[in-house]
């Protein structure tokens, strides 16, 4: 199909945009092809811009005959520019924004065809994997460009917010250096510096700190930052932060800076926050919600029992509550006639949830319309009923679910499955937004493996000033001034205030098991900045991916990232990651090949230790340069093909 130019056509009007009001107006539009239907008489053709869609009509009987040729060619997808008269339909469309009008096409030009597509881009049904690897298809579906123009929309906000509040923004570099702690690094290894790397940075923590000692005092950066570690749906290897550092702060002032940057995004999406959020304390998020990063949507709370079964006959139970302290009875209530009437093989397959979590089972007592029944029902007397009511908040119908252990275990249990089940009887208001800071973090963390504390979040986070002492007396009782921001039970972001002197963040050093010698090679240009005068200061870094996916209602980080990885961390539209040429690798000094020897003979040139046809073929060009005295002899060359050394089987030597 010859195909028209563009030429010196130009929009007048964006297909979303149009409206009764246009109506009589000549238009010209531009876009893609979504749908055409003939109707006998009448050809319908669905336009599609970034800004929405119109309908656009020819009538067989009054249209011009290269206009009706043309529109019949097309199909799903041809790039189209049009021109026609807006006019009123007469059978409205109340499910499209143009519906009540539609354009009566004059003019038609095809700019380009499309081949058939992979997929239908209305099918909701399509596997993710055919939708990332025709990606750039994938983009052209309406969901997707929402949500590229919302995380647009917000981008744009948080810029404003901050310049309005006086912050500097900054780029920091993408090649830096490795440090300990954290994930694993994605390395970048140096040309000019053999057997050296640089890596790509997991968070600007350190550069940020060294423009609040370089007194800029407010620092903000909507920044790349890659980590190579396990993926999930809310994590991707590289991501965006919105990275914030401010002087001169205390915790509280870090939040309500970031408390007034969502109460101006949550709008974007028609929802409301509400400053200042609720503040939780880690120790009280983990024995309430079993999470560090609790869902407030759902108002059910974990209660620790333990004490009602002090005197119990039953075993399971009352050895937990002889344990002084070191195991536990946990429960909680989930209410309501559907809870109450879970049947058996429910709360089977509910046990074996429990069990894959770590439980060794899942004792139950449910109230339905038949009253109590338990899987421990014998142990159970008016007494303890009535206790058990009073503790876990029962009243009416419901579930409840207990789990036996230490705190983590019990935590990990029922924090899962606390979710879950509110999910299921529906005490989750997923329309909701319920923000939530979760502050007191423990600072250090004992590491089996390494037989050493280690950082919970990094090592710059300053130990609360009331445990400062504990640092060298009491490590894991040390509490970090650090705080993360929660939304419906995912963790937007994270910060702390940091260490601002050089003998505190030596002393920090220590205690994780880095001597002086490694923190000067590591961090010798931190500790000496600390030592000229660096200001108190702490910041905070939000997950811009994760904060636009909540925004955008959407359950999968990959959904508001224009070219996102798989699970697998592959780029499955270009292939990436993919093998690279050899020569690339010995440039980078990552492919050291040993040295070859050859035998060399008036007829032939042979590899005597085996080699590859590249260097064989730099040899030969060296060798024929030179005037050999014997018919045979041995060369050996260096991995770029250069000659070490050569000698003959016997005789004289070769001449050069």
Known sequence: MKLDRLGD?????????????????????????????????????????????????ANEETADPELLAKLKAVRSEFVLAAEGVVAERESKNPNMATGDIEIRLTGL?????????????????????????????????????????????????????????????????????????????????????????????????????MLQVSGFERYVQICRCFRDEDLRADRQPEFTQVDVEMSFVRQEDVQALIEGLMVELCPLVGQQAVAPFQRLTYRDAMEWYGSDKPDLRCKVKIQDVTGLFAGSEFNLFRAAADSQGQRRVRGLFLPG????????????????????????????????????????????????????????????????????????????????????????????????FEFLWVVDFPLLQWDEDEQRFVACHHPFTSPH???????????????????????????????????????????????????????????????????????????????????????????????????????QARCLMTDAPSPVDERQLRELHLLQDAKQTYRVGAVFFESAEGGSPELRGQALQQISQMTPKQTQGLVTLDPQGQILDAQTLSGPTFEF
């Not at 130009?10 to 539009?29: E, F, I, K, P, S």
């Not at 940091?498 to 994780?512: G, K, V």
């Open 337 to 432: 006639e559907a809870a109450g009437a879970y049947s058996r093989k429910q709360l089977d397959e509910l046990q074996e949830t429990a069990k894959k979590l770590g439980a060794g089972g899942l004792p139950y007592a449910k109230w339905g319309k038949d009253g109590l029944a338990s899987s421990f029902k014998k142990f159970i007397s008016a007494e303890l009923e009535a206790e058990l009511k009073a503790s876990l908040g029962i009243q009416g119908e419901g579930l409840a679910i207990f789990a036996v252990g230490t705190d983590d275990q019990t935590s990990r249990v029922l924090g899962d499955l606390r979710l879950r089940l509110a999910r299921t009887f529906g005490l989750t208001d997923a329309s909701a």
């Open 465 to 567: 000033p009331d445990d400062l002492d504990l640092l060298e007396s009491n490590p894991g009782a040390c509490r970090a001034v650090a705080y993360d921001l929660v939304l419906n039970g995912y963790e937007l972001g994270g910060g702390s205030i940091r260490i601002h002197d050089a003998e505190t963040q030596s002393l920090m050093f220590r205690t994780i098991g880095i001597d002086e010698a490694e923190a000067r090679a590591k961090f010798g240009y931190l500790l000496d900045a600390l030592s000229f005068g660096a200001p108190p200061h702490g910041g905070l870094a939000l997950g811009l991916d994760r904060l636009v996916m909540l925004l955008a209602g959407e359950d999968n980080i990959r959904e508001v990232i224009a070219f996102p990885k798989t699970a």
């Open 109 to 209: 030009k095809i700019l380009n065809t499309a081949a058939p597509l992979p997929f239908p881009l209305e099918d909701e049904g399509v596997g993710e994997d055919l939708r990332l690897t025709y990606r750039f298809l994938d983009l052209r579906r309406e969901q997707l460009q929402r949500n590229m123009i919302l995380r647009s929309e917000a981008s744009n906000i948080i810029r404003n917010y901050f310049r309005k509040n006086d912050f500097v923004e900054f780029e920091t570099p993408i090649l830096g250096k490795s440090t300990p702690e954290g994930a694993r690094d994605y390395l970048v290894p140096s040309r000019v510096h053999a057997g050296e790397f640089f890596a790509l940075p997991q968070s600007p923590q350190l550069y940020k700190q």
């Open 9 to 57: 056509f130009q929009r007048t009007h964006r297909n979303g945009d149009l409206r009764l009001g246009h109506a009589g107006q000549t238009v010209r539009l531009l876009g893609w092809c979504r749908r055409v239907r003939n109707l006998g008489s009448l050809v319908f053709l669905d336009l599609r811009d970034r800004w929405g869609l119109v309908q656009l009509v």
